[in-house]
């Protein structure tokens, strides 16, 4: 009789020790989501494409052509971001543009902050002139 009971409690510590030990499967079965970096948004150029379009769109358009544009009753002439002349430009010539205006354009240096104007010219290289 207690050789079975001593037999049984071996059992019983050999059931329990491998139970302690072994590793439970996980619960989660679903593909991992990738993480959001923290320091860039989904799209890098969400805040430079929303200042285009409230302050550029209007006189050089959705695609950046530019063309012909009626201001304060004035019709005037802009031009292209897409044109070779505005593609040779400097990154620093750009911003200088946009942050003291030229000619007929504007002047940002109230509206944008310098570092606006830095991604507003990135966004300008890359979604309208694919640089």
């Not at 030990?21 to 948004?41: L, V």
């Amino acid at each position: 009789m207690k050789l079975i009971a001593i037999a049984l409690a071996c059992i019983a510590l050999s059931l329990v020790v491998v139970a302690c030990t072994e590793t439970a499967p996980p619960t989660n079965t679903g593909a991992p989501a990738a993480a959001a970096s923290p320091t860039k948004p989904a799209d890098e150029f969400a805040a430079a494409r929303t200042n285009y379009q409230k302050n550029c769109e209007g006189c050089h358009g959705e695609t950046g052509e530019g063309g012909t544009v009626k201001i304060d009753n004035k019709q005037i002439k802009v031009p292209s971001i897409k044109s070779d002349h505005a593609m040779k430009h400097t990154d620093e010539q750009l911003s200088k543009i946009i942050t003291n205006g030229e000619e007929q354009m504007p002047a940002f240096k109230d509206k944008l902050k310098p570092e606006e104007i830095a991604e507003m010219v990135k966004f300008v290289r890359k979604n309208f002139q694919g640089k």
